[in-house]
């Protein structure tokens, strides 16, 4: 089958690290006879560099023509450092989630054995970790208007506006990863103190009759982000709102101490779209030492969520099994005995093709 990827490599290691992925899926495309075309856009402060805007109409455009959405990293530093600065690179993002309607964030969480002692938990709480967080991501506080400050300055507000039908929309998502997983799902809210919270629980418990076969159970966000340092390995699926799911994410991507292993997929209503969890790292940019993996998982996940190629999607993820089994990893896993970006990206490649 023939295939169009639309491919956006961002700032900082985004583009090394998306040449690798680009790689192990040219070496997927050989072996089981597909063509990907992959078609180049620009995201981020490299498009602001070039065009005025994070997020252009033509990468837009290329976004919504693609079969998928393969996505680097967004962020430089020298807008963080700039209070004032126009136009900053996370705009861009927050576009491109909004005009793409991604509004279902999928992150899984779980553990590579080679990887447990780097968890800053004890290995028995972590061992067996293996849940999902699924954020909404194009409502609440990041969006809801009106926002702004008033006419002195001293006063600041957002809004966190939910419609029933963003909440249906999410839930349903939710719901359906917790059929094809251990049927446990977790609302995380603070309905105790929010309005929209107890709009998201009084749908979710209308909505969990037409599910019986899923056992749902309600968690403040408070008590949420404790249990997931006390006792991850009890989460199977879990969903929540924009601002309280960006948090969460943060929380659960270090539990495990792969960090640079996840991949996350974001569900759209135009396509879909697939990253790294960790971001730009600046400091290691055009240095080839970043790790390649999350972005190779996240082309993994493509293909099994995005493409419906399942034993392609599984061929890489046993080929990034057998790297870390035989310790054939980047700095940050193995400082000692570290391999380069592209060591790593094209040794799985040639794993799957001798497959
Ligand atoms: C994320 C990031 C973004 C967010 C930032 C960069 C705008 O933290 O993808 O989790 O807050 O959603
Ligand atoms: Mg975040």
């Not at 037409?210 to 199977?236: G, K, S, T, W």
């Not at 292993?261 to 779209?273: M, Q």
């Not at 890489?316 to 099994?321: F, K, L, N, Y």
């Amino acid at each position: 089958m023939n295939y169009t990827i639309a491919t956006l490599p961002g700032d900082g290691i985004g583009p090394e690290i998306m040449e690798q992925a680009v790689g192990v899926l040219q070496a997927v495309a050989e072996k089981y006879g597909h063509t990907f075309d992959f078609r180049y856009g620009h995201a981020g402060a490299i498009a602001i560099d070039k065009t005025g805007d994070p997020f252009p109409d033509e990468t837009f455009q290329l976004c919504r023509e693609a079969d998928a959405v393969l996505f680097g990293a967004i962020g430089d530093p020298k807008y963080d450092n700039d209070p004032k600065a126009k136009v900053r690179p996370e705009q861009g993002l927050l576009a491109m989630r909004k005009q793409l309607g991604l509004f279902a964030n999928i992150r899984p969480v779980s553990t590579f054995p080679a990887l447990i002692g780097k968890s800053p938990l004890r290995k028995e709480l972590v061992e067996g970790v293996d849940f999902v967080v699924i954020r909404e991501l194009t409502g609440g506080s990041y969006f809801g208007e009106p926002r702004g400050r008033s006419e002195d300055g001293t006063k600041a507000f957002e809004t966190n506006l939910y419609s029933k039908e963003e909440i249906v929309r999410i839930l349903e998502v939710a719901f359906r990863y917790a059929g094809a997983r251990n049927r446990r799902l977790t609302v995380v809210d603070k309905a105790n103190v929010l309005v929209t919270s107890r709009l998201w629980r009084e749908t979710a418990q209308e909505m969990s009759k037409d599910h019986p076969e899923i056992e749902v159970d309600y968690l403040f966000v408070d008590n949420a982000a404790m249990q997931i340092i006390q006792n991850p390995a009890r989460f199977d699926v879990m969903v929540t709102e924009n601002m309280f799911g960006d948090i969460l994410t943060d929380e659960a991507s270090v539990i495990t101490g792969s960090m640079g292993l996840l991949p996350s997929a974001s569900e759209g209503l135009l396509t879909s779209l697939f990253e790294p969890v960790h971001g730009s790292y600046p400091q290691a940019a055009g240095r080839n030492i970043a790790n390649p993996l999350a972005m190779i998982l996240s082309a993994a996940m493509m293909l099994e969520s995005g493409l419906g190629l399942q034993e392609e999607g599984a061929l890489v993820r046993e080929a990034v099994d057998r790297s870390l089994a035989e310790g054939y990893v980047t700095e940050d896993i193995d400082p000692a005995h570290a391999r380069s970006t592209s060591e790593v990206g094209n040794r799985i490649a040639s794993y799957i093709r001798k497959k």
